[in-house]
């Protein structure tokens, strides 16, 4: 299809990491602009993709396949048929599996544009333009389509293009602080441009700022976590940007076309962490994973001196734990015959489910295999999914701490960890549907963009359209 079905003009506000328990409920009346847009239209909470990681699951929401389809699991994933140390970085190169709605409407002939959305670095063709996201190294490479954009980009923000603020060192909050907000306001310039020029029918930005500020200040804001302290000077911080960012989005929604609709949406919340499982110490501890020698400080698998010829399982650790079986065949030394591993995988399974907490007391977990957990997995597909504490613990996967548990990140500085629930704002000018909505996917996103445009969402897409 060539030319457009409808007019139409649709406004995404990917919001990183926002939260339902602050969007909804605790931080609302500081909120004017997402309130108004939940009472005149559609809300609720965003249950994000398994694992509900940023790349895999802003991926899942625009294409509505999971994860195992679009065959990315995590920012990482093994290079294929080399050792077991060298690893790739999710890009829009290995997501070509599927299409995103851009893909469906740039068949119709409607045209895109795309700021910061994660999985789109290095940039590919579309009908539109756009500017890459936060995995994109700088501004020395190629970061937008069409190439002459970068010229625009860099004119308007200036050579210093913030693409992230990833901070895991003890920088202090107020230098972490003034660079997030010096990066958001680069995005809300180009936004701002961008959407005051009608050669768009649907716009979309995800700004990382509240997921950065929840990682490194989450601890200030929250009096369940282990090191908050009352009354201290970075308690309103958080809530403060958000309030920013709030009073931003209705600034470039004032200048949108009338009659546009505007989405609100986040890849998944936050909360809390209170530690981390030391996966790979409990796989040797059990006689699964040798080392021919102990690290005298904690390193990563990558670096240690593994006998994997006598290793019949190890782990990546992270917002959760990917489990893999050396298997003969498959791994370079795999000493896993391919007719135990079924076996291999249940004994793993029902031993990690009786682990206890650090306290010795039952700790929540789940504990799946891709087969179960997607209907068609590919790519570096992990043998166990290993979700530990309800999220709030990570899985930590270096070794070397003689322990089982760890009260603080393996990979620096970080106090707030990933939900499962994002969130979910529509707003329709001319269409009333009004109130909060459960039971609502991330793969229910795309389906439901499409339908704004009168596309009838292809049968691969595994959402439903949010009425």
Known sequence: MSSKMRTQKVI???LDCATPQLVFDQYRADLPFL??????????????????????????????????????YGFRSRTKGSSYTSIDIATSDSMTRVKKVWDYLGDAGYRSA??????????????????????????????????????????????????DVANRTQTPPDEVLKKIYAMTRQRIALLKEWVVRDDWDFLMCVEMGIDRIHHYLWQYMDSTHKEYVAGNPYEQKIREYYHFVDTALAEIYALAPQNTIAYVVSDHGAKRMDGMFVINEWLIQNGYLVLNSTPEKPQSIERCDVNWKKTKAWAWGGF????????????????????????LIEELRE????????????????????????????????DLLIFWGDLYYKVAGTIGYNALYIDHDDRGLDYGVHDWDGIFIKYDPLRKFIGERAHLSILDVAPTILHDFGILPPAEMHGKIIE
């Open 12 to 14: 995404v506000f990917g």
């Open 114 to 163: 795309l700021l910061g959305v994660p999985g789109t670095y290095p940039p590919s063709q579309l009908n539109g333009k756009m500017v890459t996201c936060f995995l994109t190294p700088d501004t020395s490479v190629d970061f937008t389509y069409p190439k002459e954009l970068k010229k625009e980009v860099l004119n308007i923000c200036g050579d210093d293009y913030i693409f």
């Open 320 to 343: 959760y734990g990917r489990l893999f079986i050396n298997i003969e065949g498959r791994d370079p030394e795999g000493c896993v015959p391919s007719n135990e591993v079924a076996g």
């Open 35 to 72: 309130s108004s847009l939940m009472e005149k239209g559609v809300w609720g909470k965003l249950r994000s993709t398994t694992p509900a990681i940023t790349v895999p699951a802003w991926m899942s929401m625009l294409s509505s396949r999971d994860p195992g389809d679009i065959g990315v």
């Open 351 to 382: 031993k990690l489910s009786r682990v206890a907490g650090p306290d010795g007391q039952p700790i929540v977990k789940q504990i799946s295999t891709a087969q179960e957990l997607y209907q068609n997995p590919h790519g570096d597909v992990p």
